[in-house]
Every structure is written in structure tokens, then in C-alpha cells.
């Protein structure tokens, strides 16, 4: 719709203004910062940044339900800018001018209720937001726009030119920075660093399809990482890991769009999402905290983390019930099939721990939690949920399996509403669905199929029928129509079908 079509009161918000103050802040000295230029650690202390805006109270002077009609009509506008993720532009880069947006489709994925078999399995009422249904089939792409969208401002100001972005990738933070970087060719190049052998063959095509310079190394990601970390450090590059905060603040959308697909009443919600860099939990509860605190939402849902028992780090940390005596201890991984959240040194740790405490005082309750899955569970509840009409990736299965687990231990109740985070899509790690249906999960990752969840393909070649059609040598006449009765008998026999 055209802006002078919408009622005259809501105009003038409609189309967001350069405004705000955005500052890094560092969470270890406290530090702030300007975001002239790209930092990605504190100058001061080497500790990890946010991004706040330093003069969010403007945006509490706008009343609740006027916000509600803001980003409500704002879904009737059809410039591209305001189409993803800035939506929400006043919380996601409110000093980003609309030229400067970069928009591939990502964001506002659909909110899909669960049927009744599965909610009576789960034991609640809960849907499945379809975070593989962004361009590059991973939530990575919200953080990915808000990233290069705040580098071709970098760019159309004169601050950078040239930028060779590069990232450290369980699979797909690779395959959103390379599609991202591949959109503002010639002026951003990217390389990624990928852990040799531990992403799927989906997600190293992405990054290869896209142009990128792909880099395998032994190891696993912590390792990647590592060598990221050097390479910034050292060499005029961009770094597109969650590290970098920019990318937090594009994927707080994840949140802004669970309050505003459910009416912006999150009491007795739960939100449940996986944990591996921590940096999406990290946008989560920052997210609800930032529409919490400008009156947009009038209560703050229940944030549950999961984590495989094989990656553990930050469930481990939150055991310990006293938040004084808590240590982190990084882990070394084992097998996962959430590989993408197999992480035993979460970057972002640092910010959880802050945000997590901020959230449960703002909420005057404790309303973070932590759970764990074994393997099996992930597996099994992945399947589950895409026999009942889901797409949901190996994480997805994980918070399924993770509502359950909170539903068992009492965090969810049987009267809450629950939204479960499907990271990726299904396809991209489809190689796990066909070790389980081919029983040939190695011994280390200790899941045995159960078999009412196991489906193959059943190859049909009637033993008695001379004829078969072969490449290049098609039947014809009578003996295609032979082909033709003796293959549809069979089926017919084996799916028990009754004749007309
Ligand atoms: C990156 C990723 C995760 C883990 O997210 P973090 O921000 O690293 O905690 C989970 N699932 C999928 C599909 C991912 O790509
Ligand atoms: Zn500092």
C-alpha cells in the first residue's frame, strides 16, 4: 500500500528517520564506544560488545499500542528496506539510513501450531517458527543483513572500501555471510573457514555456489575460530561471526516477530531455542528485553535454552543454582547431530550471563532456563515433528526434544504456549535423517533408531518381467504395458490397496 493510503495518524511513523545513538559497550569494563568503525572486542579490555542505543528512552515516549500499530501497518508497505528484518528499524539500526539496507527475504519466517498428535506428545500447545525458511535456509541470514547492511553504510560513507569479509562456520553462518557478501559484489568479498568433514554437503555447496573462498581445516569449530580471531587481529578483514555484535542486533528480530505474530502478549510463553555460539540465545533475550523495556510487550516469556549432552558448556555452567559460585569451563565436543551447535567454547558466552541476569531481575522471576537432550531424543523428536507436517532441521528435533524435557521437569506448564526455534531447514542435514534410517549412526554418537520412526525406499522389480525400461532403451506397446500392470500390482499388494 501506498504511504498516503494509510490513516493520516500513522504516517508520519510509518517510514523510520535516521535516529539514536549507537554505542558498543563493552561487558567486561564497561567501556563505550563509537560505531564510526567496525570493533569487535574492546579496545581497553579484550572483552566482548553489545551494541546499545544510548538514547533508547525516546523510544518509551511512544506509547504501547502506537508501536503496535506501527510495525502492524509497517507490514503493508511494500519498500523493500522495511520488508526483513528493519521492520523494526528503531531497534535494530535506527542510525542506518534506508538506503543503506540490504534485503534478500529474510525474516519473518511463519509461526506453524503443531497438530494435535504432536501437542498431546509434547503435552502443550506449541508452534514451530521455521527459521529454515530464510533465503539461505538458517536464521544466520537475520544477522547476516544487519551485518552487511551496517558494512555498505561503512562503504556508502567513505569509512571502508573493498571489505573481504570472513568467518568461522559450523556450516551455515558460512553459507548466509558468502550469499550476503555475494549481493554487494564487487565491493565485498568473502572467505570462510569451515571445520573439515563437520559441515553437511548441502552447507559447504552454499558457500562454494556463492563465490566464496572456502577454507577447510582439521579440528572442529572452537578451532576455526581461533584462527578467525588471528586473522582479524591481525589483517584488514571483516569479521562476520556473532562476535561481531551487529549480527545480534539483526537477529533480536527473532523475537520482535514472535511478539508481534502473538499479539504482544508473551505472558505464560515460552520461547525455546538452541544453544551453540550462544549468540542467538544472546539476541533473544536481549530482544524481548528491549520491547519490555519500551512498553511494547507487558510481560517477558520464559527463555529455555537446550543443549545436546554432547556440547553441554553453557547447561553445565547454569547447574550450579548459586550465580555466584558459577565458573564457565569450556568443553571438548563430541559427535552431535546439532552440529551446527556443537561449540564447547561459546563466544558469547559473556553476554548470556549478563543479559540472563538482567532478564530474570526485569521479570522479577526467574524466567531463563537451561535444559539437556541425549542424541537419541534429538533424533527421534526431529523425525517425529516432520512425520506430523514440519520442516524441522536436527536443532529443531532439539527443541522439541528440549520442550518435552521442560515439560517433564515442571519449567512449562501444561497451560503455556510454547514457540520452538527450527534453526534451518530439514534438507540441510539430511544426511543425519539417512544415517538413522540406514542404522548407521557411528558408535560414538549413541543413538540406535527406533524402529517405528525408520522409512526407506522400497525398490520395486517384479522377478518376473523379461522387460524393463534402461536409460536410452524406453518400452513401448505391449511390453511397456506389461511394465506398467506388473509394477502398479505390486505397489497395489504392498500398500494393501482395495480395488474400485
Ligand atoms: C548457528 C546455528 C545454531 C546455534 O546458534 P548460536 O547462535 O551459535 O548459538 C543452531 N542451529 C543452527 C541451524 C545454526 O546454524
Ligand atoms: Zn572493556
Given amino acids: 500500500m501506498k504511504l498516503e493510503n494509510f490513516p493520516i495518524e500513522i504516517q508520519p511513523y510509518l517510514i523510520p528517520k535516521e535516529t539514536g545513538r549507537l554505542i558498543y559497550r563493552c ?40 508501536w503496535h500499530k506501527i510495525f502492524d501497518f509497517r507490514r503493508m508497505l511494500t519498500i523493500p528496506a522495511l520488508k526483513g528484518i528493519y521492520r523494526y528499524h528503531e531497534f535494530i539500526g535506527s542510525v ?34 521455521n527459521d529454515g525458511q530464510n533465503p539461505s535456509a538458517s536464521f544466520k541470514d537475520r544477522g547476516m543483513a544487519s ?42 568479498t568473502s572467505a570462510v573457514i569451515l571445520p573439515h568433514k563437520k559441515v553437511t554437503p548441502q552447507q559447504l555447496s552454499q558457500p562454494l555456489g556463492s563465490g566464496a573462498a572456502v577454507f577447510e581445516i582439521p579440528g572442529v569449530f572452537d578451532d576455526c575460530m581461533k584462527v578467525v580471531e588471528a586473522l582479524s587481529e591481525k589483517y584488514n578483514v571483516a569479521l562476520l561471526n556473532s562476535k561481531n555484535a551487529w549480527r545480534i542486533l539483526g537477529q533480536e528480530s527473532f523475537s520482535y516477530e514472535i511478539a508481534q505474530d502473538l499479539e504482544y502478549e508473551l505472558e505464560k510463553t515460552a520461547v525455546i531455542v538452541p544453544i551453540g555460539n550462544a549468540g542467538n540465545i544472546t539476541a533473544v533475550i536481549s530482544g524481548f528485553l528491549k520491547f519490555f523495556e519500551a512498553g511494547i510487550i507487558p510481560a517477558l516469556p520464559k527463555i529455555i535454552g537446550v543443549q545436546s549432552e554432547h ?39 559473556p553476554r548470556v550471563i549478563h543479559l540472563a541476569n538482567e532478564y530474570n ?31 524441522a532441521c536436527t536443532h529443531g528435533g532439539e527443541t522439541l526434544a528440549g520442550l ?35 542404522n548407521r549412526f557411528p558408535a560414538e554418537f549413541n543413538i540406535s533408531p527406533n524402529p517405528e520412526l525408520i522409512n526407506t525406499p522400497t525398490f520395486v522389480r517384479p522377478k518376473d518381467l523379461a522387460d524393463i525400461p534402461l536409460p536410452g532403451k524406453p518400452l513401448a506397446g505391449a511390453k511397456l504395458d506389461k511394465f506398467v500392470q506388473r509394477v502398479s500390482e505390486d505397489i497395489a499388494n504392498i500398500l494393501e490397496l482395495k480395488e474400485v
Fill in 311 to 349: 556440547a553441554n558448556p553453557v547447561y553445565q555452567y547454569y547447574l550450579e543454582p548459586d550465580r555466584h559460585k558459577r565458573k564457565f569451563v569450556p568443553m571438548a565436543v563430541k559427535p552431535s547431530v546439532a552440529q551446527a551447535a556443537m561449540i564447547g567454547n561459546p563466544v558469547s558466552m
Fill in 96 to 129: 542506518i539510513p534506508l538506503k543503506s539496507i540490504i534485503y534478500l527475504g529474510e525474516g519473518h519466517t511463519p509461526i506453524i501450531e503443531a497438530n494435535s498428535i504432536l501437542q498431546e506428545m509434547a503435552g502443550v500447545k506449541f508452534y514451530y517458527k
Fill in 147 to 188: 551485518a552487511l547492511t551496517y558494512i555498505q553504510y561503512l562503504i556508502q560513507n567513505n569509512i571502508v572500501s573493498d571489505v573481504l569479509a570472513i568467518c568461522a562456520s559450523t556450516g551455515d553462518t558460512s553459507a548466509a555471510a558468502a550469499l550476503y557478501a555475494s549481493y554487494m559484489n564487487p565491493h565485498v
Fill in 404 to 438: 518435552v524435557k521442560a515439560r517433564q521437569l515442571g519449567i512449562v506448564h501444561a497451560d503455556d504456549v510454547a514457540v520452538i526455534d527450527s534453526t534451518a531447514h530439514m534438507l540441510k542435514f539430511s544426511g543425519f535423517q539417512e544415517m538413522y534410517f540406514e
Fill in 361 to 391: 531481575k526485569k521479570a522479577g522471576e526467574k524466567c531463563t532456563f537451561f535444559v539437556e537432550v541425549t542424541e537419541q531424543d534429538i533424533m527421534d523428536w526431529e523425525l517425529r515433528a516432520n512425520q506430523n507436517g514440519h520442516i
Fill in 27 to 66: 561487558l567486561g569494563c564497561g567501556g563505550e564506544h563509537p560505531i564510526k568503525k567496525l570493533l569487535y572486542t574492546c579496545p581497553d579490555c579484550g572483552q566482548v560488545l553489545l551494541i546499545y542505543d544510548s538514547d533508547f528512552s525516546r523510544l518509551k515516549k511512544i506509547p504501547g499500542d502506537l
